[in-house]
């Protein structure tokens, strides 16, 4: 056997034991913008990653390190509070490794959420985009032997992003009053943020805004057939040298935490809904 597949395999027994015969529906990646939603999942049953075999500590700044599973909207969902990045070291087996655990549970659905500095300059901070698609600057997660139990070894990425539910999420947004730009999303390694060129350069190739995770977890649920609905904060815009300006990881969190009430409000309902 793969030995990737072990490790899936090995994961997804370990938390299975742990969740007392719940079946969860939908997987949730709690990146910057929606920690709260992790306050308002029912009956919670909460795995710290460091407790599940082949898993490390999480270490990025705002990111905690579990697995809740619990009731939102009276569905079953199973949120990874906090990701592994390829900016802390991590090769992407290990990035891609929660959601693979998740998919092999059974989601159906897979939602997630980002910090992003915006290209786009009809963006500002505090927005709210809906991903409608991306371009991804990372190592391809699918690279190696195919894990053909998961899907195709050339997989079609025309809708990485559901259709359906972006459409819902925009209904959602309209009728909650919550403005959402849409958008492509760039991935980029980090952990710098970038220089004036690069904003221009992305902006260029079609981005409207950048970030250093996403598009691993979106490759590996869309290669698996999951439906998947993304959305960023932009927590920070392109700048130019010269201008009174400095990228700071701090700001860039409090402005995920300030927005985050608008977004959990979002999904809350897209949930309730699916
Ligand atoms: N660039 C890359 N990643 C980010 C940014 C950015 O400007 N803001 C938040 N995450």
């Given at each position: 056997m793969d030995r990737r597949a072990e490790i899936i395999e090995d994961a997804a027994a370990f938390l299975s034991s742990w969740l007392d015969g719940r079946k969860p529906l939908v997987g949730i990646i709690l990146g910057s913008g929606l920690g709260e939603l992790a306050n308002e999942i029912e009956d919670p049953i909460v795995v710290p990653?460091?407790?599940?075999?082949g898993f490390p500590a999480a270490t990025a700044v705002g990111h905690k390190g579990n697995f809740i599973c619990g009731f939102l909207g009276g569905k079953c969902v199973l949120a990874m509070q906090g990701r592994y990045h390829?900016?802390?070291?991590?090769g992407m087996d290990t990035v891609v490794l929660p959601v693979r655990v998740m998919i092999k549970l059974g989601i159906k659905y897979l939602l997630v959420s980002n910090a992003a500095g915006a290209m786009n300059k009809s963006f500002a901070i505090g927005d709210l985009m809906l991903i409608r698609d991306h371009i991804n600057?990372?190592?391809?997660?699918?690279?190696?032997?195919?894990?053909d139990e998961f899907g195709p070894r050339f997989p079609d990425m025309?809708?990485?992003?559901d259709l359906e539910l972006q459409a819902r999420m925009l209904s959602i947004a309209s009728r909650q009053g919550v403005k959402l730009q849409r958008g492509i999303y760039v991935s980029c390694t980090g952990p710098c943020y970038e220089t004036p060129a690069e904003y221009a350069f992305y902006r260029a190739i079609g981005g409207d805004d950048v970030g250093m995770s996403v598009t691993p977890e979106v490759i590996v649920a869309h290669h698996a057939g999951i439906r998947v609905l993304g959305m960023s904060v932009i927590t920070d815009v392109a700048h130019e040298a010269g201008d009174d300006y400095v990228t700071d990881e701090n700001e860039i969190v409090r402005q995920a935490d300030l927005a985050s009430r608008k977004m959990t409000g979002l999904f809350r309902e897209l949930v309730a809904g699916l």
């Open positions: 990653y460091v407790m599940v075999p390829y900016y802390e070291g991590y600057l990372l190592p391809n997660p699918l690279i190696g032997p195919n894990l025309t809708c990485a992003y």
